[in-house]
């Protein structure tokens, strides 16, 4: 079970830290990643942890400005937002995740049934 956390209200401009608890065994043998929903847009990826060397990929709308961590001795996953925009206002969700490939070469699916994730609002 993955319990996401920490959304909330904010200006364009400021920063939330959201988390992801993970329930169960096998969190530290996962690759993580986060994946946001927009009102009216389909569920898109934001940014992916390999579990073993914590190599990190981000989509280029989220590049230098969300981080991805993740703490295997807690079984939690973590993404730092910074300088948020508008468009950043979404539904966030965390899930296992894996590449799959695409027209454009590669993209990202969860694989574990998702949470109710943590909603985001960014105000202008």
């Known amino acids: 079970q993955l319990v996401e956390s920490g959304g909330g209200l904010v200006q364009a401009g400021g920063s939330l830290r959201l988390s992801c608890a993970a329930s169960g065994r096998g969190f530290s043998t996962k690759t993580m990643a986060w994946f946001r929903q927009a009102p009216g847009k389909e569920r898109e990826f934001v940014a992916a942890?390999?579990?073993?060397?914590?190599?990190?990929w981000q989509a280029d709308s989220v590049k230098g400005r969300f981080t991805i961590s993740r703490d295997n001795g807690k079984n939690t996953l973590y993404l730092q937002m910074n300088s948020l925009l508008p468009e950043d206002s979404a539904v966030y969700y965390c899930?296992?995740?894996?590449?799959?490939?695409?027209?454009?070469?590669?993209?990202?699916?969860?694989?574990?049934?998702w949470g109710q994730g943590t909603l985001v609002t960014v105000s202008s």
């Open positions: 899930n296992t995740a894996e590449t799959v490939a695409t027209v454009e070469g590669y993209g990202w699916r969860g694989l574990d049934a």
């Open positions: 942890i390999s579990w073993n060397d914590g190599r990190t």
